[in-house]
Nanobody
Framework: QVQLVESGGGLVQAGGSLRLSCAADERTFASYAMGWFRQAPGKEREFVAG????????TYGDFVKGRFIISRDDAKNTVYLQMSSLKPDDTAVYYCAADASLGRLASLKSSDYGSIRGWGQGTQVTVSS
């Protein structure tokens, strides 16, 4: 299992921005696809964004609509999620995830959550109106 630690969550007003970070304790970080998920109270966890190795390819959930950017710095074993134009509906706990396949992350079902290479503990993002 890859150990992942998120940071950067907090309280922000609607229209504001936040940058989340996810640090991995893993020397083979560069070989993993990385993703961000979120889970709001009473809702299922949903895919937000994912990125393959060496920033070659990124994919986003439909609701992102150009507001978020995922990136990674393999030298620092860190993946980022830059969020802009935040809305109250973006309020959720945001989780970082790692797996060998970006396609698998992007289509992950709840029954498969335990089978990927790693999850972070989550960081709370609250957007006030």
């Amino acid at each position: 299992q890859v150990q992942l630690v998120e940071s950067g969550g907090g309280l922000v007003q609607a229209g504001g921005s936040l940058r989340l970070s996810c640090a991995a304790d893993e020397r083979t970080f560069a070989s993993y696809a990385m993703g961000w998920f979120r889970q709001a109270p009473g809702k299922e966890r949903e895919f937000v964004a994912g990125i393959m190795w060496s920033n070659e390819y990124t994919t986003y959930g439909d609701f992102v609509k150009g507001r978020f950017i995922i990136s990674r710095d393999d030298a620092k074993n860190t993946v980022y999620l830059q969020m802009s134009s935040l809305k109250p509906d973006d309020t959720a706990v945001y989780y970082c995830a790692a797996d060998a396949s970006l396609g698998r992350l992007a289509s992950l079902k709840s029954s498969d959550y335990g089978s990927i290479r790693g999850w972070g503990q989550g960081t709370q993002v609250t957007v006030s109106s």
